[in-house]
């Protein structure tokens, strides 16, 4: 665990998404749990929980925050949000095919896209803590 109080929010919230996120999905693809419509609170307000956690770090500590966000976190933050957009285009993609051939909802599949665009950026920057190339 870094020590960085901004750092280790940053783990835990992206965690916190990328788990919440996959459980929904999971959720889902069992028909299990509680609506798509509950999910999307929860994870909402997970999100938004990581947000206001980050804001009121950052002012409580604006020294760490200058050394969260070196060179090395940055460009990592800047490839998972690259990745991300990357993902959900494919992901677009697919489900744009999946429509045309009535196989989707057209919208289930903007439904769909959601979790994809919530979940992929933070689990490519936990990926990046991983091999060392994040705080």
Same mark, same amino acid.
């Given at each position: 665990?870094?020590?960085?109080?901004?750092?280790?929010?940053?783990?835990?919230?992206?965690?916190?998404?990328?788990?919440?996120?996959?459980? +929904?999905?999971? %959720? @889902? #693809?069992?028909?299990?749990?509680?609506?798509?419509?509950?999910?999307?609170? *929860?994870? &909402?307000?997970? /999100?938004?929980?990581?947000?206001?956690?980050?804001?009121?770090?950052?002012?409580?500590?604006?020294? +760490?925050?200058? %050394? @969260? #966000?070196?060179?090395?976190?940055?460009?990592?933050?800047?490839?998972?949000? *690259?990745? &991300?957009?990357? /993902?959900?285009?494919?992901?677009?993609?697919?489900?744009?095919?999946?429509?045309?051939?009535?196989?989707?909802?057209?919208?289930?599949?903007?439904?769909?896209?959601?979790?994809?665009?919530?979940?992929?950026?933070?689990?490519?920057?936990?990926?990046?803590?991983?091999?060392?190339?994040?705080?």
């Amino acid at each position: 665990m870094p020590p960085n109080p901004i750092s280790r929010a940053r783990l835990i919230g992206s965690a916190a998404i990328v788990i919440v996120t996959s459980t +929904a999905l999971l %959720a @889902a #693809w069992f028909s299990v749990g509680p609506s798509g419509l509950t999910w999307a609170f *929860i994870i &909402g307000g997970v /999100a938004i929980s990581y947000a206001i956690l980050s804001f009121v770090l950052h002012l409580r500590h604006p020294e +760490a925050a200058d %050394a @969260a #966000w070196d060179e090395q976190n940055t460009q990592a933050h800047r490839s998972s949000l *690259i990745f &991300g957009f990357w /993902a959900v285009l494919a992901v677009f993609l697919v489900f744009l095919g999946l429509s045309l051939t009535g196989r989707m909802d057209p919208g289930m599949a903007f439904y769909w896209l959601g979790p994809v665009l919530g979940a992929v950026p933070p689990a490519h920057y936990l990926y990046s803590i991983a091999r060392g190339r994040a705080e």
